[in-house]
């Protein structure tokens, strides 16, 4: 394999080809003696060394050895050139200021420092040994240090003699002492030190002149500073130190390179003050060169301060970086394997030369030795490009830290906000399907049919057997539809009403299998947002990427919105560690149960740092790594690996009782399942064991799951406990019964493809199971059928439509108005039997699902016999809209609110059976008042019982009358013993009644009860029955009343009856000034006669009828002579009756004629009794004259005439008279 060539690039200035421009405005600089202070102006990297070392190169004429750094090899061109010299000051070599702050003004004092600095390591020290500033000399010989060696040891050793002179002379037992204190011995040690003392001495002030190594003198308490403070400005204290440095440099130019970078104008003026005093100064001119950036003045400034300004043009910015960056990458031969398009648009971010170049060079290694096939060279590229850019983020990056960690790890944050979205859509969901399915009705209109009060007009009640029908019907007649608008707008101001309509609509609509496929789909897509980087779920939409958090050093550079583009773009993401490190596989088999490799590590650094990987990380040799781990490691986040957790279950490892200690202390019920699902394609011995081991470790495992991990499927896993696990540990694990909760509230539990029945009915029996509702297109219907019959549901509203459904065989659509007697249609089915053992239940649930029952009359007097509290029956009769028709079979604990209800018949027979019970309460007599309805039944009048009720009737004096008489017309009974009945007084109208219906005999008791108690209806009461009346009166003599006799004449209209009471009459029966009937009167006439009354009867004649005239008529005549001597005035029409009797004699009648003659007014009267009493020679009389015989009766009839005026008359001589008439 031949080895790989690479093309690196340097980063030194580079010779320019052309300086076309540049070399002319240099030559016209060092032309003009007036110009010293030169501004080369450009960007950074942009050419403006390149320039002057092309330029320098092209002034000299031979080749000259390449020297270490290019302002030297400037110096040496140039100076072999024009034999001149010159000095470079190029801060950015000594820059060490932390990046992140490279941008901060510094100190002019502290630049000044610099500057000098570099200037005095510039220029030989031999050059410049007067200069107070220090210089290492390399050239410190070896005799100079012996000789000040000497000078110091002969020095301190003089002094130390001459100071202990005296003592050595107080003391000469010694030999040496008695040399020692010699006068010439003394003598040459004076001198000795003397010498010593002069040149210390000497070089110390030479020192203090050059150096200033004494600063200040302090004297007691009081400091004497000899040089100035050390806060003054380096350029102002060394001004003289730094000219002198200058002038013994012997340099003609000096280039200052990179001052800019240090933002501070200040140190520019200070050059530009030296710049003049060097000049002043000397006759040779010495230039003051400036390498920076064209922003670093305003323009104004800039060319008051400088004498001449050349700009350098960029050899490379954004517009030409892309040619330049894929014609290196091209020399590399790597240009194919990138993305153009990447590639353009990151060169839009490069305007520096020397950082692309070193972007390159450093891509060529990383991509050497750490790219492999699988990864992505634009993203090795987008690191190493934001390495050279952000150099300490990078190494932060590297330590899982600093600004692109941070927003990279923002993933983690936006993933689990995704997933709660979606979690809440899909309880969302699942909350709807819900109540889709606990939603008993099955459209709109039987919605509707539940909320509308409305029934059909009675005239129309038979042509609709249900509510239903005519409100379906409405739904269809537009008429209907007008008719009934308002009662529709009521209920659509329900929210109850709207809610319900709104499920229905979409239940209608296969709303709950489209929901069921949206959350089989959002359950995928949660599985797939955990593969997604942080730019995939950006540009999805799931949310944005946050880029402030506060590093304003990274946040403010030009450079930053690189990092923007990298990171949107998924150029830099959370896979950074594969491109920014480089791991050694291990290469030795012998090591392969010891060995971590690079995956193992990656899992352990996670551990260490509890920074958990994805569950599914994958682990390469996890026996190494379980032999690394500790106890304290199993109770961290990081631990959850499936790869780790399998060898633990396969390898019976003890941390297995770690594991799933950590797994229940923190609830982690997301990694459980995540990992069912894992293992369901590959291995499912894993999850037997898993389950097995979860189930006897963790027993609280169901009870403690509190349902807010979404993706947690809790059924499947009770349906593989239930499979795998023993009957005794499913039971351990039913804390407080949190599996039947679980179960049963779980409609969709019953969706099983291939169930295990036997296994599922013996678990379900053992915890005593009962489901609470089960979705009805997706249960298994065999294990269906096994629960219905075993009664192992709740008796709610969804399990009871259910079974209704998919069990009865009935058409109709279960409701809850007669929900009662659906179930009984069909007595074989077990729901039967279930219910009547539940009623109370049963009961609870319709009374809080319909505010009204129309249950058919058996099924409704089952329910109010049953075995349920009084508290249920009653609110179920108050619902009930069926009318109960046979108060006998209804349980006795219900009647009075039946009754007080009007939930009963209004009937005779209902009335009574009620009676015999409570008897006349205040209830049942409000019940009949109330009842508008007739009673048309009977009662057998045979029964015992009734008489009490008709007796009770008959007195209760709080019944309305007309229900009094109804009631009592119903009844085949009267009162024969009043005082025993009637007990207490009733009312008059009630007694009326009694007397006008017969139900009051006459007899003697009640007679006598009658005209004591009610008087005032006695004569009603004879009237009713007179033919017993007189009867007893004639049995009784005692009991006849003659004033009761008179009036009841008065009343009776029967002539049987009047003739009978006539005839009871102890006496003559007077009938002046009494209105007696025709044939009362004639009655009395007859048998009764009282003759005072003669004086006054024949005021009747007139009015009476033909019978009663005659009788009159016959009793006058009789009468005849009282009639006469009293003069009676009698009616005209009877004197003719009278007179015309043959009774009567003519002496009779004449005497009648005069007797009668003053009362008749008109002479036509006198002329037709004159023809009945055969006066017929008065015929005339009132006509013409007439003669007629002289007798009594003639004269007083003359008489009488002449005295009205109606004729003369006179005697003749014959005797007789003779009458003329007087015409008026």
Not at 45 to 59: A, H, L, N, Q, R
Not at 1045 to 1069: A, E, F, H, R, Y
């Amino acid at each position: 394999m031949s080895k790989r060539k690479f093309i690196f690039q340097k980063l030194t200035p580079i010779e320019c080809d052309n300086i076309s421009g540049y070399s002319e405005a240099l030559d016209f600089v060092f032309a003009n003696d007036d110009l010293k202070n030169i501004a080369i102006t450009g960007p950074y990297s942009s050419g403006k060394t390149s320039v002057f070392e092309t330029y320098s190169k092209m002034m000299s004429n031979s080749d000259i050895n390449e020297p270490r750094s290019f302002m030297e090899k400037l110096k040496s061109k140039f100076f072999k050139k024009t034999h001149k010299r010159f000095l470079s000051v190029s801060l950015a070599e000594f820059d060490n200021v932390n990046s992140e702050f490279k941008h901060s003004p510094i100190e002019v004092n502290e630049l000044e420092g610099k500057i000098i600095n570099q200037l005095l390591h510039q220029i030989d020290s031999k050059s410049v040994y007067l200069s107070g500033f220090k210089i290492r000399n390399d050239n410190f010989s070896f005799k100079h240090l012996v000789l000040c060696s000497f000078l110091l040891v002969s020095f301190i050793l003089s002094s130390l003699y001459l100071l202990s002179f005296f003592k050595l002379s107080s003391n000469p037992d010694s030999f040496i002492f008695n040399f020692l204190i010699k006068d010439w011995v003394f003598g040459l040690i004076l001198i000795l030190f003397l010498i010593d003392l002069f040149l210390i001495v000497y070089y110390f002030l030479r020192l203090q002149n050059e150096k200033a190594i004494l600063k200040s003198i302090k004297i007691q308490e009081h400091e004497i500073s000899l040089f100035d403070s050390e806060n003054d400005m380096y350029f102002d204290k060394y001004l003289d130190e730094i000219l002198y440095l200058i002038k013994r440099s012997n340099a003609d130019f000096i280039v200052f390179e990179d001052l800019d970078r240090f933002h501070n104008n200040l140190i520019f003026v200070k050059l530009r003050e030296i710049n003049q005093l060097l000049n002043k100064k000397d006759d040779r001119v010495v230039r003051f060169f400036y390498l920076l950036q064209d922003s670093m003045f305003l323009s104004k400034e800039k060319t008051k301060f400088f004498d001449f300004i050349i700009p350098i043009v960029p050899i490379i910015d954004n517009s030409n970086s892309y040619n330049y960056l894929i014609a290196k990458l091209s020399d590399n031969n790597l240009l194919e394997s990138f993305d153009i398009s990447f590639l353009q648009k990151i060169s839009l971010y490069v305007d520096d030369m020397r950082i692309l170049n070193n972007v390159l060079n450093e891509f060529l290694i990383y991509d050497s030795r750490i790219r492999s096939s699988d990864q992505d060279i634009n993203k090795l590229f987008s690191l190493v490009f934001f390495k050279n850019l952000f150099s300490q983020d990078f190494s932060d990056l590297q330590l899982n830290r600093g600004y692109v960690f941070s927003v990279l790890n923002q993933k983690e944050d936006l993933i689990s906000f995704v997933l709660d979205n979606i979690d809440v859509h899909i309880k969302d969901n699942q909350k709807l399907i819900q109540e889709m399915e606990n939603e008993f009705l099955n459209d709109v209109i039987e919605l509707d049919t539940l909320y509308l009060n409305i029934n059909p007009p009675s005239s129309q009640s038979s042509q609709y057997s249900t509510r239903l029908e005519f409100v379906k019907k409405i739904n269809s007649d537009e008429a209907l539809q007008k008719q009934y608008a308002s009662e529709f707008e009521k209920i659509k101001s329900n929210p109850e009403y709207i809610s319900r309509r709104v499920i229905l609509e979409k239940k209608s609509n296969n709303g709950i299998n489209k929901l069921k496929e949206e959350n089989s789909k959002l359950n995928l897509d949660k599985e797939k947002m955990k593969t997604k980087n942080l730019s995939e779920l950006v540009n999805e939409g799931y949310g944005q990427i946050n880029f402030n958090f506060g590093y304003e050093s990274i946040e403010n550079d030009p450079y930053f919105p690189l990092i923007r583009y990298l990171i949107w773009n998924g150029y830099i993401d959370e896979t950074y560690h594969d491109y920014i490190s480089y791991f050694s596989e291990p290469t030795n088999p012998d090591l392969d149960d010891f060995v971590l490799f690079r995956e193992d590590k990656i899992f352990l650094r996670s551990v260490l740092d509890h920074k958990p990987l994805d569950f599914t990380f994958s682990l390469k040799n996890v026996n190494s790594i379980v032999q690394s781990l500790n106890d304290i490691d199993f109770g961290v986040e990081a631990i959850l690996n499936f790869n780790l957790l399998s060898y633990l279950l396969e390898n019976n490892s003890a941390y297995l009782t770690n594991f799933i200690h950590y797994l229940e202390k923190e609830r982690r019920y997301d990694f459980i399942w995540d990992f069912i699902q894992h293992k369901k394609t590959n291995n499912h011995e894993n999850i037997t064991i898993f389950i097995n081991a979860l189930n006897e470790k963790w027993t609280t495992l169901i009870f403690d799951y509190t349902g807010d991990v979404s993706n947690f499927n809790m059924k499947e896993y009770l349906l593989i406990s239930f499979s795998i696990s023993s009957i005794n540990t499913i039971i351990d694990m039913n804390k407080n019964a949190c599996i039947n909760d679980f179960v049963i509230s779980d409609p969709f539990f019953l969706e099983i493809e291939v169930p295990d029945v036997d296994n599922l009915l013996n678990v379900f029996t053992n915890l005593n199971i009962k489901f609470d509702q089960v979705d009805a297109s997706l249960f298994n219907s065999e294990l269906f059928d096994s629960i219905y019959s075993r009664s192992m549901y709740v008796l709610n509203t969804h399990m009871i439509f259910l079974i209704i459904e998919h069990k009865y065989n009935s058409h109709l659509s279960p409701s809850f108005e007669s929900l009662y007697t659906l179930i009984l249609s069909e007595p074989e089915q077990p729901l039967n039997t279930y219910i009547s053992k539940n009623m109370n239940i049963f009961m609870n649930l319709i009374l809080s699902n319909s505010s009204v029952f129309l249950d058919g009359q058996n099924e409704a007097v089952q329910i109010l016999n049953s075995r349920i509290s009084i508290d249920i029956k009653l609110d179920y009769a108050e619902k009930l809209k069926t009318q109960l028709s046979d108060l006998i079979s209804i349980n006795s604990d219900v009647w009075i609110f039946l009754i007080q209800n009007d939930k009963i018949s209004f009937s005779l027979k209902n009335i009574f059976v009620y009676f015999n019970k409570f008897r006349y309460s205040e209830d049942l007599i409000n019940f009949i008042n109330r009842n508008t309805t007739q009673i048309i039944d009977n009662l057998d009048s045979k029964n015992d019982d009734l008489t009490i009720f008709f007796n009770e009737t008959v007195i209760c004096d709080s019944l309305l009358y007309d229900k009094y008489l109804m009631i009592l017309n119903s009844i085949g009974l009267s009162i024969s013993d009043m005082p025993s009945v009637l007990s207490k007084s009733i009312s008059n109208d009630k007694v009326e009644f009694l007397i006008n219906s017969h139900k009051i005999v006459m007899n003697a008791i009640n007679l006598q009860q009658i005209r004591t108690k009610y008087p005032s209806f006695k004569n009603a009461f004879i009237m009713n029955d007179i033919s017993n009346y007189v009867k007893i009166c004639t049995e009784s003599k005692n009991l006849l009343n003659q004033v009761e006799l008179l009036d009841l004449l008065k009343l009776v209209k029967n002539k049987t009856d009047i003739k009978k009471l006539v005839d009871l009459s102890s006496g003559p029966i007077t009938i002046s000034n009494i209105n007696y009937s025709d044939y009362a009167i004639l009655c009395i006439l007859k048998s009764k006669f009282n003759s005072s009354d003669l004086n006054t009867l024949h005021a009747k004649y007139d009015t009476s009828s033909k019978e009663l005239k005659d009788e009159i008529v016959s009793i006058y005549v009789q009468e005849i002579n009282y009639v006469i001597q009293n003069k009676l005035a009698l009616p005209f029409d009877m004197l003719i009756e009278i007179f015309s009797s043959p009774i009567l004699n003519t002496e009779s009648k004449n005497n009648l004629f005069i007797a009668e003659l003053n009362h008749f007014k008109e002479q036509q009267q006198i002329t037709s009794i004159f023809d009945i009493l055969q006066l017929h020679e008065f015929n005339e009389i009132f006509i013409s004259p007439i003669q007629c015989s002289n007798t009594d009766f003639n004269t007083q009839i003359l008489t009488n005439f002449k005295n009205r005026s109606w004729i003369k008359f006179e005697l003749l001589p014959d005797g007789n008279y003779k009458v003329s008439p007087i015409n008026s």
